[in-house]
Every structure is written in structure tokens, then in C-alpha cells.
């Protein structure tokens, strides 16, 4: 099982949609979630971080973590052609300096 | 403005040549770290260091060596132990402490000739 596990898509959805993008997990122990975009030949960037169960909201962007059943997800609200990207999903093992990083999911937002 | 500098955008390799690629950052950070990305893959960890002089080896460190003399720099080379560099490298920074972001330079491509 891969540490960190995403659906590489794509996944499309209209202009206006929602987007919904998931991630599981495998390390029980995980304390720090991050959600990163990256654009075709770009280096990613920080969408959100979320440490503790439940929501956290910015802007369009809300960030969900189930910690008893191992899963992050984003939702994009409002989407637009803009937020068309590769999403990937990182984790901080506890106790630990590195990321873990899943192999991203594609959306793609039609106009 | 603070970030991450990454050099060369792009970069060759002749077989049997190690190649450097450079890293600096003006955050003031303490961590710094290697990924490396292959299409439609995620990043994964090469090298990383916590603290100037020290390194540690990440998943996929064969065939590659680091060093940390400055704050400010962590330069990756690539040596010819390295049969398949072709990839996107990575440089990123955190604060140092555990859980912090990450903060990526714009990339290298680096491609065998």
C-alpha cells in the first residue's frame, strides 16, 4: 500500500462545479495535511494545511481531515478554467522532517 | 523578495558527466530538501538537511550527493552513477520546524543528451 494515495484522474467537472479531490493515508500518526497545485511544468504551491479534524475554509478552498479514517480532502468551490491543475496531497509524518507526497490527482475545470 | 532560486532552468547531461544543479534560498531557513518529480508522478524525497553541515538521505538518494556549507545553499549533483536523471527536480525550504510548509524553487529540468 502506497503511503500517501491519490486518483490520478482526470476529473472534470463544469465551470461554477464543485470539485472534489481525496487522499488516504497510511501512517495512523500523521499530524500536518497539505494540499498543493501545480500547474504543467511549474513547481507546486501551497493551496492550504489543515492539522486537526474536521473543516477549514479559505476562500474557495475548504480542506477536510478525517484522522480516525485516514483521509484529506479539498474541495473547490466555484470552480474556474484557472483552477485547472494537478492537486497534490502531502503529508508530515509525525515526529519526522519529511513530506510524503501522493502522485496528485488532475482536474481539469471546462468552460 | 524572499524565495527559493533554482538554476539552470534547464540542463543536459552527457552520459558519464555529473552535472550540479543549484539551490539558494534568502528565507531564512533552516530545512532544505531534493525532490524529484517524473511525469504524471508525485515528488519524491532525494536528500534532505536540517541544519548547515548535516544531511540526510531521502528514498532515492543512489546516484546522487548533496553538501550544506551555508545556510543559503544546498547544491544536488547528479553523478553518473545515476542511470535514468531525466526528471524535474525540486528544491524546497521549511522554517525547520516539524509540520511547516514547504517552499518550492521554480525547478530544473534536467535532460540526458
Known amino acids: 500500500q502506497k503511503e500517501v494515495e491519490q486518483n490520478s484522474g482526470p476529473l472534470s467537472v463544469p465551470e461554477g462545479a464543485i470539485a472534489s479531490l481525496n487522499c488516504t493515508y497510511s501512517d495512523r500518526v500523521s499530524q500536518s495535511f497539505f494540499w498543493y497545485r501545480q500547474y504543467s511544468g511549474k513547481s507546486p504551491e501551497l493551496i492550504m494545511s489543515?492539522?486537526?479534524?474536521g473543516d477549514k475554509e479559505d476562500g474557495r478552498f475548504t480542506a477536510q481531515l478525517n484522522k480516525a479514517s485516514q483521509y484529506v480532502s479539498l474541495l473547490i468551490r466555484d470552480s474556474q478554467p484557472s483552477d485547472s491543475a494537478t492537486y497534490l496531497c502531502?503529508?508530515?509524518?509525525?515526529?519526522?522532517?519529511?513530506?510524503?507526497f501522493g502522485t496528485g490527482t488532475r482536474l481539469k475545470v471546462l468552460a | 523578495d524572499g524565495g527559493i532560486t533554482q538554476s539552470p532552468k534547464y540542463l543536459f547531461r552527457k552520459e558519464g558527466q555529473n552535472v550540479t544543479l543549484s539551490c539558494e534560498q534568502n528565507l531564512n531557513h533552516d530545512a532544505m530538501y531534493w525532490y524529484r518529480q517524473d511525469p504524471g508522478q508525485g515528488l519524491r524525497l532525494i536528500y534532505y538537511?536540517?541544519?548547515?553541515?548535516?544531511?540526510q538521505k531521502g528514498d532515492i538518494a543512489e546516484g546522487y550527493s548533496v553538501s550544506r556549507e551555508k545556510k543559503e545553499s544546498f547544491p544536488l549533483t547528479v553523478t553518473s552513477a545515476q542511470k535514468n536523471p531525466t526528471a524535474f527536480y525540486l528544491c524546497?525550504?521549511?522554517?525547520?520546524?516539524?509540520?511547516?510548509?514547504?517552499?518550492f524553487g521554480s525547478g530544473t529540468q534536467l535532460s540526458v543528451l
Open positions: 524546497a525550504s521549511s522554517i525547520g520546524q516539524q509540520s511547516e510548509k514547504l517552499f
Open positions: 489543515i492539522y486537526s479534524n
Open positions: 502531502a503529508v508530515n509524518p509525525s515526529g519526522t522532517y519529511k513530506y510524503i
Open positions: 538537511s536540517q541544519i548547515v553541515n548535516d544531511f
